[in-house]
């Protein structure tokens, strides 16, 4: 099969379409014939080793092929498998042991969920990372009469959190660039602000909850934009203030405006329930870009360099 294997550290001319074996599944795992794998932002960390927890991590994980938001159909049963059935088309999130980049996947059974009929395979492949974190951060804190702001809104979750908020009732302000300006509003931001002309921590206005994708901000600073009650959410970032999130996390944690990092559950326990908003219209993925996995390399140093504006999904 056709894979694109990643070798040390770069800008990715350290991305090769290579041939390997194709991998069988062992007792209680599956393979699929991958039909879509949506690129996240960690996949560019691990080829580029940036920031710094992308590299620790990669250290950890010794894989070479990345991608780990997978859509297939089954193509083998493992030893012990039932629960599947062979040609059902399954969605995973294989963070760990990614292997989306390629033509065939293997993980275990227990991961993979089927797709319904009316979630499209691009469509699946946009979710389990992205509809993740933005499902774990509004879950229980977007409401009505709630103010929420998300800063790097334009990204691969942020208008899945911004659709998910407004769609609880909040009302949602949201920061990127310009250019994503409109991805914003039509996820539902009833105020957006471009972070290259506007500082959103020195803004007048106070919210309930600061969901924050790309994290910059000294963390005392941004807890001034609180009302008291509120939380200030931060995902990820540079590595010193990934280190700070999770220290304020201890020092805020009996005060009036929390900060708190928040730690993306994986599996599949959130994926069937972001199928079934899919489904019924209450999520809709921005997908930026489909390509081919002979043209996946540029496409993933495009996403790098800020040039896809919504999700990259690769259909080998
Ligand atoms: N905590 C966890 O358990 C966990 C798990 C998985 C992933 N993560 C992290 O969560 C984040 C996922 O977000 P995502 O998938 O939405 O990433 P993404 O697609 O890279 O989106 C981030 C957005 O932030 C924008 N941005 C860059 N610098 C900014 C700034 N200074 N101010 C405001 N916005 C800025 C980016 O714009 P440009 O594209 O123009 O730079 C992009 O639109 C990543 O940082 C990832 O590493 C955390």
């Not at 949602?172 to 105020?191: C, F």
């Amino acid at each position: 099969m056709r894979a694109l294997v990643c070798t040390g550290y770069g800008n990715g001319e350290n991305l090769t379409l290579a041939s390997r074996p194709t991998p069988e599944p062992g007792a209680g795992e599956v393979r699929v014939r991958v039909l879509a794998c949506g690129a996240n932002a960690s996949d560019w960390e691990f080829v580029t080793g940036t920031p710094l927890y992308g590299r620790i991590s990669r250290w950890f994980l010794r894989k070479d092929v990345f991608g780990s938001d997978v859509l297939g159909e089954v193509a083998a049963l493992g030893p012990g498998c039932g629960r599947l059935r062979l040609g059902q088309r399954v969605l995973a999130d294989t963070f760990g042991t990614f292997g989306g980049y390629a033509e065939h996947c293997v993980a275990k059974e227990a991961l993979w969920v089927p797709v319904p009929d009316g979630v499209s395979d691009v469509f699946a492949a946009a979710l389990p990372q992205s509809g993740t974190i933005a499902l774990s951060a509004m879950k229980g804190r977007a409401g009505p009469g709630k103010r929420v702001l998300v800063n790097g809104g334009g990204g691969g979750s942020g208008p899945l959190a911004i659709q998910l908020a407004a769609a609880a009732g909040a009302e949602v302000w949201a920061v990127d660039t310009a250019a994503k300006a409109d991805v914003m509003h039509e996820a539902g931001a009833v105020r957006v602000l471009d972070f290259e002309r506007e500082d959103f921590a020195a803004l007048e206005e106070r919210f309930d909850l600061i969901l924050d994708l790309y994290g910059t901000r000294p963390i005392a600073r941004v807890r001034r934009r609180l009302n008291p009650g509120g939380e200030y959410l931060f995902v990820g970032g540079p590595m010193g203030r990934v280190l700070a999130a999770a220290a304020a996390m201890l020092w805020t944690r009996f005060t009036t405006r929390r900060a708190s990092l928040l730690m993306v559950p994986q599996g599949p326990d959130a994926l069937a329930e972001l199928m079934e908003m899919v489904l019924d219209g209450r999520l809709r993925p921005v997908v930026g870009e489909v390509t081919s996995l002979d043209c996946a390399r540029q496409a993933l140093i495009d996403m790098g360099a800020r040039r896809i504006a919504g999700k990259l999904v690769i259909v080998p």
